[in-house]
Structure formats: structure tokens, C-alpha cells
């Protein structure tokens, strides 16, 4: 698969972006600036962590990072896209060629295999089933699930689903990887091992970030961007 982007380009640029939710708090209107101006540029080939107390905006960040929301003021440049001026079905687009999302609810369609699941977006990219059952086993095996790969996701452990989850957005090779503490459920070895996945991603030139309150991943990054109350505290 061909990346859209060559090594050097700056695959991910948020300017001054600020998100506020509006809400409903008895007779009063309530809004919440979840995110408050703030600026960002990632390179390809680089791991970025995102850090900050519960409530910070980590989560709201990233879905902004992975076109799944758009700002309320500012721009998000995803891959040589503005996602602020695409359609949701341009958006999802895309999230499908060239984002890789790992969240905390998995979204595994239960009725199908690990390897179906892995396999799943490379049948809306038109590669053949051979090959993305090949390219599924591959990936299942290299996060420790070579064993599973034709078990459903009720027959597996959570760090499991979140391993399958994880060779899922890796699977079309995304330019960007966006991450919510995909460590979390995971053992000291298998969070090593998605943690060196996450490195080759960016070696072949992904820009892969990543939020989580796990020292050792955030040791991992090249580098890390501290929020509070909305705002980068490391700028
Ligand atoms: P974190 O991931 O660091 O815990 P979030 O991005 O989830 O932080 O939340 C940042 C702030 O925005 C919090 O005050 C949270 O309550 C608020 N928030 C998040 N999502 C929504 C929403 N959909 N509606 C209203 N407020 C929200």
C-alpha cells in the first residue's frame, strides 16, 4: 500500500483549535471548552504522547486527530486534508485510508472472527480476499494473537480484543495512528510488543500518537505534549 505522504512531510497540523461542548444544565446553558487554542504539528516517523489529568481534553483531541470530530474554532490538517471543510462522508473516507484509530470501546463486530474483524477495512479498500486474509493473519500474529485468529471476540480476554483492535487500525498501513491508552489492559511484554508495532508504524513514515497515563508508553514516545484544563502546558 502507498503512503499519501513522503517521510518528511508533516502529516498531522492543528492550528489554535478550540472545542466547546454545549450543554444543558437545568434552567442554565452550560459549555464546556473542552480544548482552548491549541497548536500542534507532527512529522511523519514521529510518536507523539498526550498527557493530563482526567478531564484535561486528551479524548477530545483525539477524535479531533482522527476526523471523527471537528473543532469549533481552528484547523486540523489530517494527511493533506482539512477536516473542518470535509462531509462526513468525505471524512469517514478519509478515516478509512488513511487513519488508524485504537479506542477504548473496541467496536469489534462480534458476529465475526479476530481475522474478519482485521480484515475488515481492507474489503472497503477492494484488496483481494486472499490477500486480506493473509494481511490479517499477519498482523493477529505479530500482536501475539496468531493462536486466535478464528475466534470471536466474546472468546477473548479484553487485552486480547484490544490487540485485535490494534491489528485492525494497522492494517491499511494508516499515515496516522491515533491511540487512547492502548496499553492499558495489556501485560509488560504485550504492551512492548504493540509499543515496538507503534515504532514500525512510524518508521514507515506513520504519525502515530498516542494518550496514556502508562509511564513506560509514555518513555516510549519521541516526545510528549502535556494538557490541562484544555491548554498544552509543555509549549
Ligand atoms: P480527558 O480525555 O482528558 O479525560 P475529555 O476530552 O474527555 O478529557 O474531556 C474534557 C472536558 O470536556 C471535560 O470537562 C469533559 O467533561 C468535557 N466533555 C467531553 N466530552 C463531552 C461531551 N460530549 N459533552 C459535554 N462535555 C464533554
Known amino acids: 500500500m502507498q503512503r499519501t505522504a513522503a517521510a518528511t512531510d508533516t502529516i498531522v497540523t492543528c492550528e489554535s483549535i478550540t472545542r466547546r461542548y454545549e450543554g444543558h444544565g437545568g434552567n442554565t446553558n452550560t459549555t464546556v471548552t473542552a480544548l482552548d487554542g491549541v497548536t500542534l504539528a507532527v512529522p511523519a516517523g514521529e510518536l507523539v504522547g498526550v498527557s493530563g489529568p482526567s478531564g484535561s481534553g486528551k479524548s477530545t483531541l483525539l477524535h479531533l486527530l482522527a476526523a471523527l470530530d471537528t473543532p469549533t474554532d481552528g484547523t ?48 472497503e479498500l477492494g484488496m483481494s480476499k486472499s490477500e486480506r486474509r493473509t494481511r490479517a493473519a499477519e498482523l493477529l500474529d505479530r500482536v501475539g494473537l496468531g493462536d486466535r485468529v478464528m475466534h470471536t471476540p466474546s472468546e477473548l480476554s479484553g487485552g486480547e480484543q484490544q490487540r485485535v483492535a490494534i491489528a485492525r487500525a494497522l492494517a491499511t498501513d494508516p499515515d496516522v495512528v491515533v491511540a487512547d491508552e492502548p496499553t492499558g489492559e495489556l501485560d509488560t ?42 491548554v498544552r502546558t509543555d509549549a
Open 76 to 123: 486540523v490538517h489530517v494527511a493533506g486534508e482539512n477536516t473542518t471543510t470535509l462531509s462526513d462522508r468525505e471524512r469517514a473516507h478519509l478515516r478509512l485510508t488513511s487513519i488508524g484509530i485504537v479506542f477504548q470501546r473496541f467496536h469489534l463486530l462480534s458476529g465475526l472472527s479476530a481475522r474478519a474483524n482485521v480484515a475488515l477495512p481492507l474489503v
Open 189 to 230: 511484554e504485550t504492551g512492548r510488543r504493540i509499543l515496538d508495532l507503534f515504532t514500525d508504524a512510524a518508521s514507515d513514515g506513520a504519525a502515530v500518537i498516542v494518550a496514556s497515563h502508562d509511564q513506560p508508553t509514555i518513555n516510549h514516545m519521541n516526545r510528549t505534549l502535556h494538557l490541562r484544563d484544555g
